[in-house]
């Protein structure tokens, strides 16, 4: 979740990227907590937000990259 936040924040990535990852994380974590104790029905169904939003990611990197950012004048 940290990870999507920062991307959210940053204007080196898109928007959507971060929001998707923060939803994944939230999902992970809720997932966590049911494995914990209790086992619910809907267990695999808060992890499909998981894959598009890890694929986005690496399929953004891969083909796009970083915007690089242009260097300073020292003078």
């Known amino acids: 979740m940290v990870l999507g936040y920062l991307i ?3 204007n ?3 928007r959507i990227v971060g929001i998707m990852l ?3 994380g939230a999902g ?3 997932n966590s ?3 914990l104790g209790w086992a619910a ?3 695999p169904l808060l992890l499909l937000p998981t ?3 890890e694929v986005s990611l690496c399929l953004w990197l891969l083909v796009k990259g970083v ?3 242009p260097a300073r004048d020292p003078s």
């Open 67 to 69: 915007r690089p950012v």
């Open 8 to 10: 959210w924040k940053s």
């Open 41 to 43: 029905p809907s267990q």
């Open 22 to 24: 923060v939803v994944a």
């Open 51 to 53: 894959f598009p939003a």
């Open 28 to 30: 992970y974590v809720v």
């Open 33 to 35: 907590l049911l494995m």
């Open 12 to 14: 080196l990535l898109p």
